[in-house]
């Protein structure tokens, strides 16, 4: 199922996956909207049904019979976060391109200013958040802390201290260009890895991280076995690193063009001060 309305014009596109998020969906939508067209900014929001079971795509479809802007899409098996996450990228229109949680822990305001801040810059960057202030409890925030520590371990050259802090935000050339695969919860260090290896700089913004107010969280015991399996095979794996470097060599000049198109203001939109 896709249904978007024609003749939007985004100034970003974000990916926004939902696994079985009745209980968030439309709240994290309508905050991430008015903040955006509250700060001047035509936001585009690619929601992915990731083959819930509940009221979610109805949810998502009654926001978007009533937005400008929504593109709602449905994948049928849920195959993981990053598979979801891969359907949404192709649909995405703007020449920024996010990936941002359905569970609204970010505040939207957040996301705003994490936007403005990526936009001024020549464009080879990548913008995310990191979630220092956050509502965990001791054994998720322990976890957490080794997950990254053992990230930083395999390359201690990545400019983050909170790998799967998300929104992402990227020109989209760049992100269509990375080739990503990875159709669970390794999607999140695979664009982080392979924005080092295009040398683009890593924009990390402090954040507070709300607790869920509603909604299930869907990171499982299991998927920290499967973070230090998939991380140890990708690091010392040589296969993805010659066919990246090759497919990167190929379309590192469209990036650069179109890192250059929005330093030159082509697709950049004007930046409001505020307060």
């Known amino acids: 199922m896709n249904l978007k309305k024609p003749q939007f014009v985004a100034n970003l596109s974000f990916v926004v996956p ?51 802007g929504v593109i709602c899409h449905r994948v049928e098996i849920n195959e993981g976060y990053g598979w979801g996450v891969l359907n949404g990228l192709p649909l995405c229109t703007a020449p920024w391109v996010g990936i941002i949680p359905a569970d609204g822990q970010v505040d939207a305001e957040d996301v705003v200013r994490l936007y403005e801040a990526v936009v001024t810059t020549d464009g080879n960057v990548l913008g995310k ?41 990227l020109p989209r050339e760049a992100i269509m260009n990375m080739g990503l695969k990875s159709k669970g919860w390794l999607l999140d260090p695979e664009i982080m890895i392979k924005a080092h290896y295009m040398g683009m700089r890593v924009m990390e913004f402090n954040v507070f991280s709300r607790m869920r107010g509603n909604g299930v969280s869907h990171v499982k015991v299991m998927t920290c076995w499967e973070f230090l ?33 929005i330093s030159a203001g082509e697709s950049k939109p004007v930046v409001r001060s505020r307060a």
Not at 232 to 260: D, P, V
Request: proline residues 2%.
């Open 129 to 169: 958040v990191r979630r220092r202030f956050r509502m965990d409890g001791l054994y998720r925030k322990l976890v957490s802390t080794s997950y990254n520590v053992f990230v930083r371990l395999l390359w201690p050259s990545l400019e983050s201290i909170d790998i799967n802090g998300s929104p992402k935000l």
């Open 229 to 261: 399996r998939n991380l140890l095979i990708f690091r010392f794996s040589r296969e993805w690193k010659w066919n990246f470097q090759e497919m990167a060599g190929l379309k590192l000049r469209t990036m650069n063009q179109g890192a250059s198109q």
């Open 18 to 68: 939902c696994y079985n998020e009745e209980d968030i969906i439309g709240y994290t939508l309508q905050r991430l909207r008015s903040a955006f067209d509250k700060a001047g900014y035509a936001l585009e929001l690619v929601v992915v049904d990731n083959g819930s079971v509940d009221r979610t795509a109805e949810i998502i479809g009654e926001f978007a019979a009533q937005h400008d």
